[in-house]
């Protein structure tokens, strides 16, 4: 899931200044876990924005804010609120940011949110960054632990010498990845497999944004 946090409301309002009428879109997916687009905020936002002397138009919660033409369908249903407002405030990340972009050419839209990263909920509202999105996966010479995201040096074969304890050397609140990936390898008695693997210098060219993906078959003619 891709992990947001609410951005500050002083600096939203700033950016906001110039308008009047508002209509809010959440998200019922990854916002909504994290707390920072689902209907108890989108309510809350509607109600700060009001204290402030905002209008809002209306809202809704997007089943999926970053999905363009789902998102578009949705909003079939509040055209009249979605026309009246000056201004359209997304509470999902910044894909559903721009997915109102796309939707509404001719109006602002603002983020509500920071995106921070993919990751986990690991404990109830604790999330933990886990993919980096490399787009070459080396988690099955790992054991299904990620080493270029969890080690904070991204190393590929092995500890670095700072590890003690089996904490790690640059945030010690943190087991270091390769202590966890060699335990997890032990327990699946795949030591000798990781010892004979060498991971080859990443070829980053497979991160290179802006990246596009179409999964569409191609037609026969
Ligand atoms: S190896 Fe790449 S794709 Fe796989 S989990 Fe790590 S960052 Fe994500
Ligand atoms: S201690 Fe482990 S996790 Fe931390 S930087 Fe070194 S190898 Fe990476």
């Not at 508002?22 to 509607?46: D, P, W, Y």
């Not at 509040?78 to 559903?96: F, H, R, T």
């Not at 080493?147 to 010690?172: A, F, Q, Y």
Request: glycine share 10%; hydrophobic share 35%.
């Amino acid at each position: 899931m891709i992990i947001t946090k609410k951005r500050d409301f002083q600096e939203l309002l700033d950016n906001i200044r110039d308008y009047k009428s508002f209509f809010l879109i959440g998200c019922s997916e990854c916002a909504s876990l994290c707390g920072t687009g689902g209907e108890n905020e989108v309510k809350e936002l509607a109600e700060a924005l009001r204290a402030e002397g905002k209008e809002v138009t209306g809202g809704i919660v997007a089943k999926t804010g970053c999905q363009v033409l789902g998102t578009k369908k949705e909003l079939k249903a509040y055209k009249d609120a979605v026309n009246s407002a000056e201004c359209i405030l997304v509470m999902s990340c910044g894909a559903g940011t721009q997915s109102a972009v796309e939707l509404f050419g001719d109006k602002p839209v603002y983020p509500t949110n920071d995106s921070l990263f993919l990751g986990n909920m690991t404990r109830f509202q604790v999330f933990d960054e886990r993919c980096s999105m490399c787009g070459d996966c080396i988690l099955d010479k790992t054991g299904g632990i990620c080493p270029i995201t969890t080690c904070p040096k991204g190393l590929l074969n092995g500890p670095c010498g700072g590890m003690k304890d089996g904490r790690c050397e640059v945030s010690p609140d943190i087991p270091c990845a390769w202590v966890r990936i060699y335990e997890r390898m032990k327990k699946l008695d795949k030591l000798d497999e990781l010892a004979e693997s060498v991971i080859e210098v990443k070829d980053w060219s497979t991160a290179q944004s802006p990246r596009a993906l179409s999964t569409r078959e191609k037609k026969e003619k």
